[in-house]
């Protein structure tokens, strides 16, 4: 179903998942479409696609003085950064599931965790796409969501795991399982911190580990495969999409990682006392309630320090790894024609609004990183127009000559990669939480507008955010009360998507079932007696 907004007032329209049973895991054929030679000439580049999880702003190169990260920084100086890019939904599967499809969750059904293979089989994601279109793809790590069901094997020529087992079989990554394995400790009873222990909160934990175990560690294996694919000779164009779960909890690194950020030396995130009073009452309620979780236990056992030091090294084992990718590019016969494309699927909350983790529609949750280098494309170039993570498809088109894809959502970012300065103003949405049936009631998704200066939050029961991000870069002061700036809360709210589509069905309804060697989703019989 989608949601038709007039004025407003949101109405609702039906889309068809597949069918109960599971679905298909071959794109359907595309439609012809125009296509270009690559936008800065010459013969199709490769691209080497390197996503991380969880990574907020603290880069370097976005002027956070204490995050170790000189490989990240490294590519930035050799292509454009853009200062201004926003994930389509602040957590994993969604995020994700808008990059490969090019569209938001408002158009897709994906808000949360809705596996994407089950409910939209009919989107011919990035990685399909440029198969079919004389690419060779291959993949390794977490590039899709990692649990089972989400990576399909026909969307690439290769996908790495670095353990044949169940995970693989069943089309998913099993991260945690493997900091176990390299730990020598059960997976389930793993808690090194006092507020892990207390909370029992599902690996949010961190930890140094002996420097002699990094190679043993799944991320570590990843850029391994990732660096021997870029010294192997190819015949063909090809995509290497690499997936690091670092600094994605738990915040296990190794000791050297850890040692770049002595104890008692950590700057933690400012809190303003109060900060939650002049949220909406709802919104406030929900992040009262919250705090109460993560945030209140890693400050009474004292441990907030310590968890930012855990992400901070995190961070940057994951841009040793970033390193090591770059190395063996430069050091490759593809270094020349290569286009480099560097994101992170969300942001993060370290403390900031009494908040740890995603989940918000505020600045620190759909804040992410995104650096662009290729060949043609300057060095050192830096954009402020406010960008999404849904526009990296229709750019991989243009950069790399494949047809074009009119369903899109997303706009090609070639513009300000040949000229970063351009002061374009776009509008820029994010949604937060399923707009699922509760007892066949409808509940809207939340959804979120940044421009240049601004950003407008709209939630359920029509509860309101307004902030002025060249003033308020924190987020301290909630304006959509003050009737100054009545005229700026209407003309962000006409930037609200005219459509929202209704939310798939969620894993928690789902089963992945394997079968002689391949996998694919099963409405559970409970739920399906639901939707009855």
Request: proline share 6%.
């Amino acid at each position: 179903m989608r949601l038709h907004r007039r004025d407003g007032v949101f109405l609702l329209i039906a889309v068809v998942g597949c069918a109960f049973g599971g679905c298909s895991e071959e794109p359907p054929e595309s439609l012809p479409a125009k296509q270009s030679p690559p936008a800065f000439g010459g013969s199709q580049p490769n691209v080497v696609f390197i996503v991380v999880d969880d990574l907020n702003d603290w880069v370097g190169s976005y002027g956070d003085g204490q995050a170790v990260t000189p490989n990240i920084d490294r590519l930035a100086e050799q292509g454009v950064l853009f200062e201004r890019a926003y994930c389509a939904a602040p957590m994993c599967n969604a995020s994700r599931a808008s990059v490969m499809s090019g569209m938001y969750p408002y158009s897709t059904g994906i808000y949360e965790d809705e596996p994407l293979l089950y409910n939209r089989p009919d989107l011919v994601t990035l990685p399909a796409h440029f198969r079919s279109n004389g690419y060779s793809v291959h993949g390794g790590g977490k590039v899709f969501h990692q649990t089972g069901g989400n990576i399909a094997p026909s969307m690439f020529d290769e996908y790495y795991h670095w353990k044949e087992g169940a995970a693989a079989r069943a089309g998913g990554m099993d991260y945690p399982g493997n900091y176990a394995e390299v730990l020598g400790a059960d997976r389930n009873q793993m808690a090194f911190t006092e507020t892990a222990k207390e909370s029992r909160a599902g690996r949010f934990d961190f930890y140094a580990f002996d420097d002699r175990l990094e190679a043993l560690v799944a991320d570590s294996l990843v850029t391994g495969w990732a660096v021997d694919f870029l010294g192997q000779t190819h015949d063909k164009p090809f995509m290497l999409a690499v997936g690091l779960y670092s600094p994605h909890k738990p915040n296990y690194a190794p000791q050297h990682y850890y040692d770049l950020y002595p104890e008692g030396e950590i700057t933690l995130p400012r809190v303003l006392e109060g900060d939650l009073e002049d949220l909406p009452k709802r919104v406030r309620n929900l992040r009262e309630q919250r705090a109460k979780g993560h945030y209140d236990s890693v400050v009474k056992h004292d441990e907030w320090g310590g968890y930012v030091r855990g992400y901070l090294a995190s961070l940057s084992y994951a841009d040793a790894q970033i390193g090591r990718i770059l190395d063996a590019l430069e050091s490759s016969e593809y270094g020349d024609n290569t286009v480099v494309v560097f994101w992170s699927d969300n942001g993060y909350h370290l403390g900031e609004k009494k908040h740890w983790g995603k989940k918000t529609l505020w600045e620190r949750a759909t804040h992410v990183p995104v650096i662009i280098a290729g060949p043609g494309i300057a060095g050192g170039g830096r954009s402020g127009t406010p960008v999404s993570l849904v526009d990296l498809y229709p750019t991989l088109i243009d950069l790399c000559g494949v047809p074009v894809r009119d369903t899109l959502d997303g706009r090609s970012l070639v513009g300000l990669l040949k000229d970063p300065s351009r002061e374009d103003d776009r509008h820029i949405i994010t949604t937060w939480q399923h707009p699922g049936d509760k007892k066949k009631s409808l509940r809207k998704p939340n959804i979120s507008v940044r421009s240049r200066q601004w950003r407008y939050s709209w939630y359920v029961g029509g509860e309101e955010e307004l902030y002025d991000e060249a003033r308020d870069p924190e987020e301290w002061h909630n304006l959509a009360g003050d009737p100054e700036y009545a005229g700026v809360l209407a003309g962000m709210k006409k930037h609200l998507p005219g459509t929202v589509v209704k939310g798939g069905v969620q894993m928690k309804d789902l089963k992945v079932v394997v079968e002689d060697g391949s996998f694919r989703w099963v409405l559970r019989p409970e739920a399906a007696s639901r939707e009855k």
